[in-house]
């Protein structure tokens, strides 16, 4: 039995779904709404009084891997507009807080899939068909809580799927292929 899309094994990650009303002319989808109740809870924003102050478009290509990001003071809620990812979520909280390892799950979402990702979860996706990723963040950019570590740190051991491109591997920015350890990132992070 597959699990409910809501369900998740790490705290303050829910992952669900959009409805799509189509006719002949196209659709229509409701990405949020205020009144919905959608639970900005301290314990997963990192801030009493957050809100959604950002809404961001991502496209990426077959074969890109962004990741794996972190946030101390943001967190992202992503909407699969079209296409298809491989997300993956490492829970940092564990080891930073010297209860144990980094917790790691993953998930295919595919068009109108959802997920959201409190601060202290790492996230990454790789694009595994052409990707449109709307995300909704409660903190405005300003690079100073972009932070992550290696994808491929194999201390953490996502299981990424075969990479749909012609040589096999993911097509990286620098930053993600500069990346520290999750070891190095808790170092800094504890310092």
Known sequence: ?????????????????????????GSFRELWRASAGFDLDPRWTGAPDARFVQANLSTSAAGVLRGLHYHRRQLDHWIV?????LVALVDVRPALEGRGPAVVETRELAADGTVTIPTGVAHGFLALAPLELIYLVTNEYDGSDELGFAW????????????????????????????????????????
């Open 1 to 25: 039995m597959s699990p409910d899309p809501g369900d998740s094994l790490l705290p303050g990650v829910r992952w669900g779904g959009i409805a799509r009303h189509g006719d002949v002319r």
């Open 81 to 85: 507009a079209s296409g298809r990812a």
């Open 152 to 191: 491929d740190d194999p201390a953490v051991g996502v299981e990424w799927p075969d990479c749909p491109t012609p040589d096999g591997r993911p097509i990286l920015s620098e930053r993600d292929r500069h990346n520290p350890t999750l070891a190095g990132l808790i170092e800094r992070l504890r310092t």
